[in-house]
């Protein structure tokens, strides 16, 4: 079953009301040894800050006066528990940011970091474990993919867990972690069945 980020979000929030002087949001981040503080007024969401945000008082005396709502990031990307760990993932890559704030209509339930994803794609990826890895471009739907699991399994490969990331011109290119084996003799076959291998490279 796909995981969610309900299940791997953190439900023990702390967080900033916008008043707060930025010092403050530093000596929380600092103590509770945390990069990310969701900016709550009247029980809603109003910002995120993040330790880059406060970075500037720390460089500047000028600056030790402000206060959250000056130095935060208004309106974050936001998603609900029910978000896959994939897209949640994607999100973090496509909008550049470090933490996600999980919503329920408008009430803050959760928070999921980056390092919190990265943690769970690990594990699912099974990049801890000794594996062989087969990196294959994917063009058409789920019918070729199909076919990429049916030729592997021709060639005795046994598959330990597969991440898809889309290509640069619409395919969708699929890291395939087996359990150790010499993966030449599949990428021979992959590329004999059509498909393009991107690693390893037939003939290496």
């Known amino acids: 079953m796909a995981l969610s980020v309900r299940d791997v979000m953190s439900t023990e929030l702390v967080t900033i009301r916008p008043a707060e002087s930025a010092r403050r949001a530093y000596e929380i981040m600092r103590d509770r040894r945390i990069?990310?503080?969701?900016?709550?007024?009247?029980?809603?969401?109003?910002?995120?800050?993040?330790?880059r945000d406060l970075r500037p008082i720390l460089l500047s005396p000028g600056l030790t006066g402000a206060s959250v709502a000056e130095l935060m990031s208004e309106g974050p990307t936001t998603i609900t528990p029910?978000?896959?760990?994939?897209?949640?993932?994607?999100?973090l890559v496509v909008r550049k940011i470090g933490c996600l704030?999980?919503?329920?209509g408008?009430?803050?339930?959760?928070?999921?970091t980056e390092t919190?994803?990265?943690?769970?794609?690990?594990?699912?990826?099974?990049?801890?474990?000794?594996?062989?890895?087969?990196?294959v471009v994917v063009p058409g739907g789920p019918d070729a993919?199909?076919?990429?699991?049916?030729?592997?399994?021709?060639?005795?490969?046994?598959?330990?867990?597969v991440g898809a990331v889309p290509g640069p011109s619409g395919e969708t290119i699929f890291s395939v972690r087996l359990e150790p084996c010499d993966p030449r003799p599949l990428a021979a076959a992959l590329t004999k069945a059509g498909f393009q291998v991107l690693s390893p490279k037939v003939g290496q």
């Open 101 to 104: 704030p999980v919503v329920e």
């Open 145 to 161: 993919y199909e076919k990429v699991v049916e030729v592997i399994r021709s060639h005795q490969g046994q598959i330990m867990s």
């Open 82 to 91: 029910d978000t896959s760990v994939e897209d949640a993932a994607s999100l």
């Open 116 to 135: 919190d994803l990265l943690a769970v794609l690990v594990e699912l990826l099974g990049l801890l474990s000794q594996s062989t890895r087969l990196d």
């Open 35 to 51: 990069r990310h503080l969701p900016v709550m007024e009247h029980d809603r969401l109003v910002g995120i800050l993040s330790d």
């Open 106 to 112: 408008e009430r803050l339930v959760g928070i999921v």
